[in-house]
């Protein structure tokens, strides 16, 4: 198993001229891989931002992956037709819109609004990720193209979704990828975190083999 950190976070490069766009993560994460000679074909594991990372992989070079796992994705896209998912998309861009334009409430340890933010973004956040916090935050969880690539992905995919995350809701999920059989969806009592209980989960599920 390799975990790497994405680029811009925890031990990993910290470009500042880097667009920190979902093309960018994932070009990193590949390279990694291949420098750290991680052969192919790739079981991918990502949970919040990281399952759009693992997606644009695996759309983009479905012969390097053989299955992708996805924890928790944070699915902000317009469709008008799913109204809730629509107020709630719009209550969380305003307030990322909001810690944007304040980044000291966002690096202020112990603030409640640190605490929301963690939940959402999945992000431990200090003064050197400022940077790359804020264009991931605009360029690949707000500006994102999981929803289209998920509709056609063709590779195995399950995705996980916790009763009690308020990130994701399960009715969304649903109904946005009823029509891939690719795509097989799994309901927990989890939250949008990672917990000692879902590690266990997901170690799980990633030994589990598909149904013949």
Not at 58 to 79: G, K, N, T
Not at 116 to 121: C, F, G, N
Request: hydrophobic share 40%; proline share 6%.
């Amino acid at each position: 198993m390799f975990a790497p950190d994405l680029l811009g976070f925890g031990r990993s490069p910290k470009p500042g001229d880097a667009s920190y766009d979902v093309e960018t993560h994932m070009q990193a994460v590949v390279a990694t891989l291949r420098r750290s000679r991680v052969k192919p074909p790739y079981t991918l594991v990502g949970h919040s931002m990281g399952c759009l990372v693992a997606v644009h992989l695996a759309a983009r070079y479905p012969r390097l992956v053989d299955r992708v796992i996805l924890f928790e994705p944070p699915l902000f896209v317009d469709i008008p037709e799913f109204r809730t998912h629509q107020k709630r998309r719009a209550q969380y861009f305003k307030f990322f819109e909001y810690i944007i334009e304040r980044p000291e409430l966002a690096l202020a340890q112990g603030r409640a609004v640190l605490r929301t933010l963690r939940k959402i973004s999945g992000f431990a956040l200090s003064q050197d990720m400022w940077t790359s916090f804020e264009r991931s935050l605009r360029n690949t969880i707000m500006n994102q193209q999981a929803y289209r690539e998920l509709h056609d992905i063709s590779v195995r995919t399950d995705i996980v979704h916790g009763r009690f995350d308020f990130v994701v809701t399960r009715a969304d999920v649903k109904e946005m990828f009823t029509k891939n059989k690719n795509i097989q969806l799994h309901i927990t009592n989890r939250f949008h975190g990672i917990s000692p209980l879902s590690a266990r989960y997901l170690a799980r599920l990633i030994m589990r083999q598909p149904a013949e």
